[in-house]
């Protein structure tokens, strides 16, 4: 295998197989990061918001467990090495929020909406490809660092509620992290409406297990490669942009995870719509409606990047590990998607 397959183009292949049972729980179980927020707040259920909360469960159990069983080291994430800075957090997962409510869907929804054959789907991914990296490492990353600096804790303090909670009580955090799995699983579990619903408990354990596959796949290839592949799992922000600069530049470039995530998921997607009978080309006959749908991609581009982390990214991924950032940053993207869908609804009406 280490002959045939490099470390990265190996990682590529872990994210590709994690991507498509995201794409699929996308299309099949409709596992939607806007669809929950959209359902608590207009359609009067919280079953996709449960499904959510499953997915988070199962992902720290599954992401603790495997740190108990030696098999992932927890700080070699940078969401709990040097991921922190609560203000960041605040104001890219606010902006991400408010451009995902104007786009229609976040990074990860785009993706499964360009897999079903939507091409204004298409160009949200590439402006918001473009925007996440003009922040990243184009003309606006200076001013983003200065702005918004990492690992404010320093590196002898883990951005971890698991590791807090341990060093304060003199437990372990694969057993605090496991015991607060259990209790988002079984709080999101207790409802009858939602037990008596078995293929929304599926698709959210697919999708927990899918962030688990990440951590698991590049925490072996990161220990045989001594560090040379990080330790990530599933995010749709700086992948986005990775995967437009590999299709463009691959004789220059190496695969990474990030660009195999990307790709399963459009995979997983496809074949999802295929199977249901939805795929069909879509284009959009307004321009104003494709105007607001590019800013809202610039915005989702830009916050995802300040925050560190998309709805994913930092929403399951961050989650899973149960970094400071990860509920943060998810209740501001929640905010900043409230104040967009109330935008485009009600207007500016005072609140």
Not at 31 to 36: R, S
Not at 148 to 172: E, K, Y
């Amino acid at each position: 295998m280490e002959e045939v397959l490099s470390d990265t183009t190996l990682v590529a292949i872990l994210g590709l197989i994690g991507g498509v049972g995201l794409g699929l729980a996308a299309r099949l179980g409709r596992f939607c990061t806007l669809g929950a927020i959209e359902d608590v707040l207009y359609g009067n259920s919280d079953i996709r918001l449960r499904m959510w909360a499953i997915a988070v469960g199962v992902s720290i159990i599954g992401a603790f467990g495997l740190a108990g069983m030696g098999l992932l080291d927890l700080e070699a994430s940078f969401y709990i090495n040097n991921g922190w800075n609560p203000v960041a957090h605040v104001a890219g997962g606010l902006l991400f929020g408010y451009g995902m409510a104007l786009a229609g869907n976040c990074g990860y929804g785009v993706l499964a909406r360009v897999g079903g054959g939507d091409l204004r789907a298409f160009v949200i991914v590439l402006v918001m490809a473009i925007a996440a990296y003009s922040v990243i490492s184009g003309p606006f990353a200076e001013l983003r660092v200065m702005l918004f600096p990492a690992g404010l804790l320093g590196a002898d303090a883990p951005a971890g509620m698991a590791h807090l909670v341990a060093g304060r009580s003199g437990m372990s955090p694969v057993v605090v992290g496991v015991v607060i799995g259990a209790m988002i699983l079984i709080a999101a579990l207790a409802p009858e409406r939602i037990r008596s619903d078995p293929k929304a408990i599926f698709w959210a354990v697919i999708v927990g297990l899918s962030i688990v596959s990440g951590w698991l796949g590049t925490a072996f290839v990161a220990d045989r490669s001594f560090g040379a592949v990080p330790t990530e799992s599933h995010t749709f922000s700086a992948p986005l942009g990775d995967t437009l600069l590999y299709v463009m530049l691959s004789s220059g470039l190496s695969l990474n995870f990030g660009v195999g995530s990307v790709v399963g998921v459009l995979c997983g997607a496809c074949i999802g719509s295929l199977l249901k009978g939805h795929f069909r080309w879509e284009a959009c006959e307004d321009p104003r409606e494709l105007r607001r749908q590019i800013g809202g991609a610039a915005c989702m581009g830009v916050g995802g990047a300040v925050a560190i982390g998309c709805s994913v990214g930092q929403g399951l991924s961050a989650f899973s590990l149960l970094a400071f950032s990860a509920p943060l940053t998810l209740g501001a993207i929640m905010i900043g998607a409230w104040i967009g869908l109330r935008q485009l609804i009600q207007g500016f009406a005072p609140l």
